[in-house]
């Protein structure tokens, strides 16, 4: 079955430009969409179809997708940005989620 | 503003049926191409999509789950439906009402209702 991988963890300076990868075999051919959690909250997407925001996501929020490896950005990271955030595709009419990643704002 | 609100017992006891229940209210998401699903999230831990239903009844299921779960719909109250079967303290979890279409992101997201499951 297929499989996302996110790292555990992510720290990023305030006002620094943080990435989390999210892998996948081949995850380039597939729509990745990308959501915040914060303690105690729902999730929230903040990215759909790998690279396009929703129109209440501030722009610092970008992401790509090519080969093997989804990422989102955050430019200019915000102590409001520390959260668990997900990444998740379709496989075989399935959703999938990646394990999570903590994102610290230092 | 399309709203998703859960509803269903905080407490199931171990080898009985969980049932919930969520009203969408607001906004307009009757076409074939909504699918309104259910997503669990066991305490500490990640996000598991369950399956999901469109107003024209056709469903998806996690395979992992689907011999536990049925997902359903009323169309007439903006209402669908989770029943998880033969339920372990495993899925003890905050589960989520969700919007997508078809296979695309979930967009809307209810509060999240947790369920424990325990003797």
């Known amino acids: 079955s297929y499989e996302l991988t996110q790292p555990l963890s992510v720290s990023v300076a305030l006002g620094q430009t943080a990435r989390i990868t999210c892998g996948g075999n081949?995850?380039?051919?597939?729509?990745v969409h990308w959501y915040q959690q914060k303690p105690g909250q729902a999730p929230v997407l903040v990215i759909y179809s790998d690279d396009n925001r929703p129109s209440r996501i501030p722009e610092r929020f970008s992401g790509s997708n090519s080969g093997n490896t989804a990422t989102l950005t955050i430019s200019g990271a915000q102590a409001g940005d520390e959260a668990d955030y997900y990444c998740q595709v379709w496989d075989t009419s399935t959703a999938l989620f990646g394990g999570g990643t903590k994102l610290t704002v230092l | 503003q399309l709203q998703l609100q859960e509803s269903g017992p905080g407490l199931v006891k171990p080898s009985e049926t969980l049932s919930l229940t969520c009203t969408v209210s607001g906004g307009s998401s009757r076409g074939s191409v909504y699918y309104w699903g259910w997503i669990r999230q066991p305490p500490g831990k990640g996000l598991e999509w369950i399956g999901s239903i469109n107003y024209s009844g056709s469903t998806y299921h996690n395979p992992s789950l689907k011999s536990q779960v049925t997902v359903s719909v009323d169309t007439s109250k903006n209402q669908f439906f989770l029943r998880l079967t033969s339920v372990t303290a495993a899925d003890t979890a905050v589960y989520y009402c969700v919007r997508h279409v078809s296979a695309r992101s979930f967009d809307y997201w209810g509060q999240g209702t947790l369920v424990t499951v325990s003797s």
């Open positions: 081949n995850i380039g051919g597939k729509n």
